[in-house]
């Protein structure tokens, strides 16, 4: 986030940055808690429009209360000493499906290996 941004300004840079439409989404804080309303593009763009909000400093909780179905999603926050690897063990049964949550949230990952405490990322619901 600039200096100068308010959260709503660094949450929409961070969506324009990744080239994530939320055109028709409005975004509030409430204190360190963004809720989102609106209509996403689609399932996966809700998903990572979430992530993407809450991955920015001083987030700490994102409200869903976007229009549509958001059944399926899956999120996880990364602790300290996780990877990829180890996340799709515990959250899908296998460690090979780390390559799908790498997928599942790019833009925002950038390395299957760049990912740090604290970050949300979505897991799918299949590798």
């Known amino acids: 986030?600039?200096?100068?941004?308010?959260?709503e300004e660094a949450i929409s840079k961070?969506?324009?940055d990744l080239g994530l439409d939320a055109y028709d989404v409005d975004i509030s804080i409430e204190g360190d808690k963004v809720?989102?309303?609106?209509?996403?593009?689609?399932?996966?763009t809700r998903e990572k429009i979430i992530l993407a909000a809450g991955n920015v400093d001083g987030i700490a909780e994102v409200e869903d209360a976007m229009e549509g179905d958001d059944a399926?999603?899956?999120?996880?926050?990364v602790e300290s000493g996780d990877t990829l690897s180890a996340i799709a063990q515990k959250t899908m049964?296998?460690?090979s499906a780390y390559h799908a949550i790498f997928e599942a949230n790019k833009?925002?990952?950038t390395h299957p290996d760049k990912i740090y405490p604290d970050q949300f990322l979505r897991i799918?619901?299949?590798?």
């Open 35 to 44: 809720v989102m309303k609106g209509t996403a593009l689609d399932q996966e």
């Open 1 to 7: 986030m600039g200096k100068d941004d308010t959260p």
């Open 107 to 109: 833009p925002i990952l």
């Open 14 to 16: 961070e969506l324009a």
């Open 124 to 127: 799918p619901t299949e590798a």
């Open 72 to 77: 399926g999603a899956v999120f996880h926050t």
């Open 93 to 95: 049964g296998k460690a």
